[in-house]
């Protein structure tokens, strides 16, 4: 079991509706990040959030729209997305920026 | 700017004999991390081992180990006495200097596939 919890594990959603990726750590870490990962390919960061303030947007179109309630927390809110947005989404966090990042389980994203 | 690079797209060994999974990178910058991870065909991406550019010792893990060589800008990962469960693609990673961002950049990634 992972130390990053991840919910849902799998999501299918139509292009007109809206939903969340939710993340969860309670590792005291600092620093949370969103990737997206198509098959065979390395993960692509999206998000960082550090301190509970966004610090990176990798240019992430505004369909996908992050949420950090609190420092254990980590949303990513879905809305209009497209069918080229069907991926896995993994979450991460670390102590800081130096440490290693540990990955949850992922959601595994179908966008009909 | 960093980059990171997998030659091997696919690999096979047999079970139980060593293998070693190629990475090279190039930076400017004379702080930097590398990093393993594993990630198995359910998605999870697991941390396996950290090597940081001071240090002088090669970093172990159980069967893990990092062959470290600085002046080749080389940081192979070796698997000992690899496991069934050993099957699963595997991506080298090096984190960026905080004043770029501080982000992981990833390689290709290389397709391990353990036979019995």
């Known amino acids: 079991d992972t130390e990053v919890t991840q919910t849902p594990k799998h999501l299918v959603m139509g292009m007109t509706n809206k939903k969340s990726l939710k993340c969860e750590q309670h590792?005291?870490?600092?620093?949370m990040y969103w990737y997206k990962q198509k098959a065979k390919k390395p993960p692509e960061l999206m998000f960082v959030?550090?301190?509970?303030?966004?610090?990176i947007n990798e240019s992430v179109p505004s369909r996908f729209s992050p949420e950090c309630p609190n420092s254990s927390l980590l949303n990513l809110h879905l809305h209009a997305l497209q069918p080229e947005d069907s991926a896995l989404y993994l979450c991460?966090?670390?102590?800081?920026?130096?440490?290693?990042?540990?990955f949850g389980d992922g959601t595994r994203l179908s966008i009909l | 700017a960093q980059k990171i690079t997998q030659t091997q797209p696919g690999m096979f060994v047999q079970e139980k004999e060593a293998v070693t999974l190629d990475c090279t990178y190039d930076?400017?910058?004379?702080?930097?991390?590398l990093f393993w991870y594993k990630q198995p065909s359910s998605g999870e991406m697991i941390f396996l081992i950290y090597?940081?550019?001071?240090?002088?010792q090669n970093a172990t893990e159980g069967r893990y180990s990092l062959n470290f060589q600085k002046a080749r800008k080389s940081a192979n990962l070796v698997i000992s006495a690899s496991q069934l469960g050993d099957s699963a693609m595997y991506f080298c990673?090096?984190?960026?200097?905080?004043?770029?961002?501080?982000?992981?950049?990833f390689g290709q990634g290389t397709e391990l596939s353990v036979k019995p």
């Open positions: 991460a966090s670390s102590q800081d920026w130096v440490q290693p990042q540990h």
């Open positions: 590792m005291g870490h600092r620093a």
């Open positions: 959030y550090s301190y509970e303030k966004l610090s």
């Open positions: 930076t400017s910058d004379p702080s930097y991390g």
């Open positions: 090597q940081g550019s001071y240090d002088q």
């Open positions: 990673a090096m984190r960026e200097p905080y004043n770029q961002g501080g982000k992981l950049i």
